[in-house]
């Protein structure tokens, strides 16, 4: 198993640009998410989903759109990137919480964006 | 809205010697979670604590929830240089939300 993928792990983008940041995971995992981590500010949640053609916000959610259409896949799109949205991008899945698991995050190994 | 807030947000020690990082949420959580991050890599599981005045330990770490299900602490015992890295905990709220605290970063001198 993969785990959880992330693609691509760095991206410079110009004040404006639109790009996809893409997650994958191969665990079968109804549960996807996305964080954003800035110096000082430890992670935080942007958009979530507890399964296919489910999607949610989390606390930081303007500027970014996701869709859910596969179990598998949970991308990640920002349609006009400001200088404000340069941050370390992580992509966490789990199990719907149950008594035989303990709904622990699994983390992608992250993607660097810097906006300029 | 839910707020996880952890102190210390940084911590210096010499190897061997103790440490420990306190959460606190605004809110009651059902469960919480602590991570750790190494310099440079992701967020990676260590544990969760559900019941109101949990303990656990893993080795040298001792993990407690307060009996208010508001509070969390993570204590290292005799702290080791593969101890280096952010300790984050992670309330979990309302509709699948996990809450992160800001971490602590622990630095160990040998």
């Known amino acids: 198993n993969a785990g959880v993928t992330q693609t691509p792990k760095f991206q410079v983008l110009k004040t404006g640009q639109s790009m996809t940041l893409q997650c994958a995971q191969d665990?079968?995992?109804?549960?996807m998410s996305w964080y954003r981590q800035d110096p000082g500010m430890g992670l935080r949640l942007i958009h979530y989903s507890v399964g296919a053609g489910i999607t949610d916000q989390g606390e930081v959610p303007n500027g970014y759109n996701v869709s859910r259409s596969t179990t598998e896949d949970f991308p990640l799109r920002l349609l006009s990137a400001a200088p404000s949205q340069t941050s370390v991008y992580f992509c966490?899945?789990?199990?719907?919480?149950?008594?035989?698991?303990?709904?622990?995050?699994?983390f992608g190994e992250g993607s660097r964006l810097t906006v300029l | 809205g839910q707020q996880v807030m952890q102190i210390p947000q940084y911590q210096h020690v010499q190897e061997g010697e103790d440490f420990t990082t306190y959460c606190n949420s605004s809110t009651t959580l059902s469960n919480i979670q602590w991570y750790k991050q190494r310099p440079g890599g992701h967020p990676v599981f260590l544990i969760q604590?559900?019941?109101?005045?949990e303990v656990k330990k893993q080795k040298r770490l001792t993990f407690q929830f307060g009996e208010a299900k508001k509070n969390s602490s993570l204590h290292i015992t005799a702290t080791q240089t593969t101890d280096v890295g952010t300790y984050f905990c992670a309330g979990r709220g309302n509709f699948n939300k996990f809450y992160f605290g800001s971490g602590t970063k622990l630095n160990v001198k040998p």
């Open positions: 966490a899945s789990k199990l719907r919480q149950g008594v035989m698991n303990t709904g622990e995050l699994f």
């Open positions: 665990m079968n995992h109804e549960y």
């Open positions: 604590l559900v019941k109101s005045g």
